[in-house]
């Protein structure tokens, strides 16, 4: 049986509100879940304070997503961004991204080649211009 970590739409029309659930994969998105495990609010709400931007509320009961991400629930696109922003996962990173990071900080540069002396031809015998 898979199971995945995913979202489960509530709310009214143009006002979403999300559940994060895991549940078998083959079940609908609004089906009864395993367990819910925490809420998204996607909407922004303003800062407390009236100071500083506004944030989108996630709820989310961090032991429990630990536990089902350890025994292998797969989490959806969407939970793994949400995930990612909890600290619960790695980001996910574009193929952009990853080629970037294979990269060696350095070009590779052809290797130097020795300088002769002013004395000496290229076969190697020593050249003396004044005798």
């Not at 970590?5 to 089906?31: C, E, H, M």
């Not at 989310?60 to 959806?76: C, F, I, N, T």
């Not at 990853?98 to 290797?111: F, V």
Request: net charge positive; glycine share 8%; hydrophobic share 35%.
């Amino acid at each position: 049986m898979v199971v995945r970590i995913r979202l489960a739409r509530f709310g009214k029309r143009n006002a979403p509100f999300y559940n994060i659930v895991v549940a078998d994969a083959r079940t609908a998105r609004n089906s009864k879940p395993i367990e819910v495990i925490g809420t998204y609010d996607p909407i922004p709400k303003p800062p407390p304070f009236g100071q500083g931007k506004p944030y989108k509320d996630i709820q989310l009961d961090s032991s429990r997503a630990k536990y089902w991400l350890g025994v292998g629930a797969q989490p959806s696109e969407p939970c793994w961004k949400l995930l990612s922003l909890l600290g619960l996962m790695e980001k996910k990173l574009t193929w952009q991204q990853r080629e970037a990071r294979e990269l060696p900080q350095d070009p590779i540069q052809p290797p130097k080649l020795p300088i002769r002396p002013a004395g000496f031809t290229v076969s190697g015998l020593q050249h003396n211009p004044g005798v």
